[in-house]
């Protein structure tokens, strides 16, 4: 869960989208699993769109580890959205943002223990897709998609949708993956649960 006080440390007072947003709790309800970010990702006819995925839990993870993610760059559809004019829409790249404190330090931003696997039960998985267009690119003038269809989507079971934010690493998602039963259950915990061998709070803990 998040700390908003941890939040306001950094930000001072916290505003998204024009000032209109200013608690985070408010965020998860469009930044949720389901939210892929189509609306803003270019839409482009010939081309292939991985439309990420804006859960809070991966994006905030993913902006705050920013330049030292290794997958780059790590490009959100932002506003403007996209248009015939304009199909590449407005991108922003959150992997270039440098942040100020020390990622290792989950308690920075959750409230206490919160964030320690396993997570409560029910949770949904956060989703991926590659968007492609169907449309014939001679059939106009110009080179926005009008018809777009999902060509594939990956769900990222909760706890591996968090960690992964971060642990953006192909061997750390390969290990999540590994650690993960093919009916969605996660064995985070038996590992890095509190208490385990490799709990969260111990291998995160920072340098002296």
């Not at 993960?180 to 291998?203: L, N, Q, R």
Request: aromatic content about 6%; overall charge negative; proline content about 7%.
């Amino acid at each position: 869960m998040i700390d908003a006080k941890g939040c306001e440390s950094c930000h001072f007072k916290l505003e998204a989208h024009g000032g209109a947003r200013n608690q985070a709790d408010y965020c998860t309800l469009c930044h949720n699993p389901e939210n892929v970010n189509d609306d803003r990702v270019a839409r482009f006819e010939s081309a292939s769109i991985v439309a990420e995925s804006v859960d809070l839990r991966v994006m905030i993870h993913k902006i705050h580890m920013g330049e030292h993610l290794t997958q780059q760059p790590y490009v959100l559809g932002g506003f403007p959205v996209p248009n015939k004019a304009n199909p590449a829409g407005t991108p922003v790249d959150f992997g270039e943002v440098r942040y100020p404190g020390d990622q290792k330090a989950c308690w920075a931003c959750h409230k206490a223990g919160t964030y320690l696997p396993p997570l409560a039960q029910g949770l949904l998985p956060s989703k991926t897709q590659i968007l492609g267009c169907t449309e014939d690119p001679a059939a106009d003038a110009d080179d926005y998609c009008d018809v777009r269809t999902v060509d594939s989507e990956t769900a990222t079971p909760p706890v591996s949708a968090a960690c992964t934010g971060c642990h953006d690493m192909p061997d750390a998602v390969a290990h999540a993956e590994t650690m993960t039963a093919s009916s969605g259950v996660e064995a985070c915990g038996t590992c890095h649960g509190s208490g385990a061998a490799y709990d969260v709070d111990v291998v995160h803990a920072l340098d002296p």
